[in-house]
């Protein structure tokens, strides 16, 4: 069976761990491995085709056509 190591692990995340761990009756790598599989059953494949009609949605809520231009000032704007 594979094995991986953590390096820098913060001491927070460990006694969070430790704390699930203990409150879910599990070893701690039983926790860390339960806590992958939960945050990885949950990944989903893109959907383009909504992810655009969400777009095309958002865009129509303004009042004069928004440019790409215009995107990328506001992130910038956000940004500081």
Known sequence: MPTITLKNLPRELHR???????????SLN??????????????RPLDSVALEESVGRAR????????????????????L
């Open 16 to 26: 969070t761990l430790k704390i699930r761990a203990k409150a879910n009756q599990r």
């Open 30 to 43: 039983g926790e860390v491995i339960a806590t992958l599989r939960e945050a990885t059953a949950t990944t």
């Open 60 to 79: 129509a809520l303004f009042r004069r056509p928004v440019t790409a231009r215009q995107i990328n000032l506001w992130k910038r704007a956000g940004r």
